[in-house]
């Protein structure tokens, strides 16, 4: 059975820093080989979108709202896919939620795309405030 459980969300004030993290499990071997992963974010108010993104190839995307400022990357050793959020702003508050296809045929920045993932995990809640 596939899951993902996000944790790390927090509060923070403007220009802090938050670590997310994403344990996925339950994937056939092709996760090792083949997949797309990515986070994703519903602000207050908005519809759920791509924040960045990594494929099997060690590519990484990002939304330009968030390029230079996030780092996705996965750490195989834990399992997990982790998100390192800089420089923080009062726009980055929402819920983030993580997701996961293996085997997929995307790839790059493909992976940004909500319509390729078939598992998610229920989110965490990030705020930014002062």
């Known amino acids: 059975q596939v899951e993902l459980m996000e944790s790390g969300g927090d509060s923070v004030q403007p220009g802090g820093s938050l670590r997310l993290s994403c344990k996925f499990s339950?994937?056939?071997?092709?996760?090792?080989?083949?997949?797309?992963m990515a986070w994703f974010r519903e602000r207050p108010g908005g519809e759920r979108e791509a924040v960045a993104a990594?494929?099997?190839?060690?590519?990484?995307s990002y939304a330009d709202f968030v390029k230079g400022r996030f780092t996705i990357a996965r750490d195989n050793a834990k399992g997990t896919l982790d998100l390192e959020m800089n420089s923080l702003k009062l726009d980055d508050t929402g819920d983030y939620y993580c997701?996961?296809?293996?085997?997929?045929?995307?790839?790059?920045?493909?992976?940004?795309?909500?319509?390729?993932?078939?598992?998610w995990g229920q989110g965490t809640q990030v705020t930014v405030s002062s």
């Open positions: 997701a996961v296809n293996s085997p997929t045929r995307a790839y790059g920045s493909s992976c940004l795309f909500r319509t390729n993932y078939d598992h």
């Open positions: 339950g994937f056939s071997r092709s996760i090792d080989t083949n997949y797309c």
């Open positions: 990594l494929d099997d190839g060690g590519r990484t």
